[in-house]
């Protein structure tokens, strides 16, 4: 019953999760797939909300903007406590990490200044042909190496997609350890829709109003598939309690927009 109760409370936090346009509701993940790539882009939902903007209801029900679509606030490199000065662009409301071709110097990986560990993360994301990004959580850099779960940002034409076990380097997937199932990423130009879903050990991964995984950190299968990974030498990988939200320079061009995060009881 317990176990029922926070469900249907993390259900609750879902729909706002999936804004949309369904029979004049903006919270079902089914209305999301309907409704281009961004919350409330269904005007008969009235909810109007810009890219890198919360809406009402959005508001009301507790999400935040985890970048505000104009500066670096909030965000630093890797490396240091600065954004970095080059490498990672902020223009027309998206956050553009270039590529080797485009930018030489690596500034590296971009993380939060804050850290977190019961929450709902929502972003959308642009590919290039044969791009590789990733959406990491849970991150720690003192713990294991730096390395950490990750919802694979990747399109099919990159090598990587073709690596790893039964799939799970592809878009979506738990990036080296669980695959994502029936994940069906837009064409390359086009926004895409992220959702993660971290509470205690249980974890979700959401593309474009589908839910493709999700599974229980410190679970008999979870220890085994990380068994099976190349995060296999880290004792309880995967299994700490909170950690910064990343997004990783891979040398490829990808966009973001639209990080909202919303802290779950």
Not at 8 to 21: G, M
Not at 22 to 51: H, Q
Not at 227 to 256: C, M, P, R
Request: glycine share 8%.
């Amino acid at each position: 019953m317990k176990r029922l109760v926070w469900f249907s409370a993390l259900c609750v936090a879902a729909t706002s999760v999936f804004a949309a346009c369904e029979n004049g509701n903006c919270s079902t993940p089914k209305a999301e797939a309907k409704c281009a790539c961004s919350p409330c882009a269904c005007l008969a939902c009235g909810c109007k909300a810009a890219p890198n903007t919360l809406s009402d209801a959005e508001r009301a029900d507790g999400w935040k903007l985890l970048w505000d679509g104009k500066s670096g606030e909030g965000w630093r490199s890797v490396r240091n406590e600065q954004f970095p000065a080059t490498g990672w662009v902020i223009r027309d409301g998206e956050l553009t990490i270039l590529s080797k071709k485009e930018e030489a110097k690596r500034p590296g990986d971009l993380i939060t200044k804050e850290r977190y560990a019961n929450f709902a993360l929502k972003i959308d994301f642009k590919l290039t042909p044969a791009a590789n990004s990733g959406i990491k959580y849970f991150f720690d850099p003192k713990l294991n190496g730096g390395t950490t779960l990750e919802y694979q940002v990747l399109d099919a034409a990159h090598p990587d997609a073709k690596l790893g076990r039964d799939g799970n380097r592809t878009v979506a997937s738990f990036y080296d350890v669980m695959p994502a199932v029936g994940a069906k990423v837009n064409p390359v130009g086009e926004w895409n829709h992220a959702v993660i879903i971290a509470k205690g050990n249980h974890v979700e991964h959401w593309l474009n109003g589908k839910k493709v995984l999700e599974f229980e950190r410190g679970s008999e299968a979870f220890r085994k598939a990380v068994s099976q990974s190349k995060f296999k030498k880290w004792a309880n990988w995967g299994e700490q309690k909170e950690g910064h939200i990343l997004l990783q320079d891979h040398t490829d061009h990808v966009s973001y927009r639209n990080l909202k995060i919303k802290v779950l009881d």
